[in-house]
């Protein structure tokens, strides 16, 4: 039986165009234009996966994805016109499992899409491993992989990596930071710290000058984001 994707936009000609190509690559779809319709979709009959625009007629998408969060667990992939790290932040921080600007190629939305469909329907672990899509951390080890292969950083890097993780979702300013990894011996300067992260990324994330994983927030610091896609990490 087809997976079934609700999308919920109130720009219909995308709509339809998503919903030919989704269905063109074996899903079923299903499309309202405003978000309490969704809501209602939701309730009625639980989709595999929500398609959420931020910007409807009645209420915006982050608020109807802190709506849809109170019932339901259903995989969020959120649109926006807006770029900005905040808001997409924010998306992933109120239970977003991915986040995807417009405009997009469908390409790019097909595989966000089955990264967050295959990550819902894989096992459970209890090994004390933290997974984030393509990344594992294991503290116990000190390891860092990417994809199963190890990635290497110093000692200290790695305290902070798992610093951040254990904090995933929520805003960590360069002195928040430094007291969780204190004692480890870094220096205790705003400098250091962003010497650490840039290298922390060059690491793990595909693009370090583009990263999705360890997001600067502009006056604030760094947030490590809780979902990605697997094929973006």
Not at 58 to 86: H, N, Q, W, Y
Not at 133 to 146: C, F, H, K, N
């Amino acid at each position: 039986m087809a997976e079934e994707i609700l999308i919920v936009d109130d720009d219909t000609r995308l709509s339809a165009m998503l919903s030919e190509y989704l269905i063109g690559n074996g899903y079923s779809v299903r499309s309202t234009a405003t978000a309490m319709a969704g809501l209602g979709e939701i309730r009625r009959s639980a989709p595999d996966a929500v398609i959420l625009d931020v910007m409807l007629p009645d209420l915006d998408g982050f608020e109807t994805c802190r709506r849809i969060r109170a019932f339901s667990d259903v995989p969020v992939l959120m649109l926006t016109a807006k770029g900005e790290d905040t808001d997409r932040i924010v998306g992933l921080e109120i239970g977003a499992d991915d986040y995807l600007p417009k405009p997009f190629n469908p390409r790019e939305l097909l595989a966000r899409l089955r990264a967050i469909l295959r990550r819902r329907s894989a096992p459970a672990h209890d090994d004390g491993v933290m997974r984030f899509g393509r990344l594992e951390i294991d503290p116990d080890s000190r390891a860092a992989r990417v994809d199963g292969q190890a990635r290497q950083m110093t000692g200290h890097q790695f305290d902070m990596l798992v610093a951040l993780a254990q904090n995933a979702g929520r805003i960590l300013s360069r002195d928040q930071l430094m007291d969780k990894i204190k004692g480890h011996g870094v220096e205790a300067f705003d400098r250091s710290i962003d010497v650490h992260v840039s290298r922390i990324r060059a690491a793990i994330e595909d693009d370090p000058k583009q990263p999705r994983r360890i997001i600067t927030v502009r006056g604030a610091g760094y947030v490590f984001a809780r979902r990605q896609d697997e094929d973006g990490q």
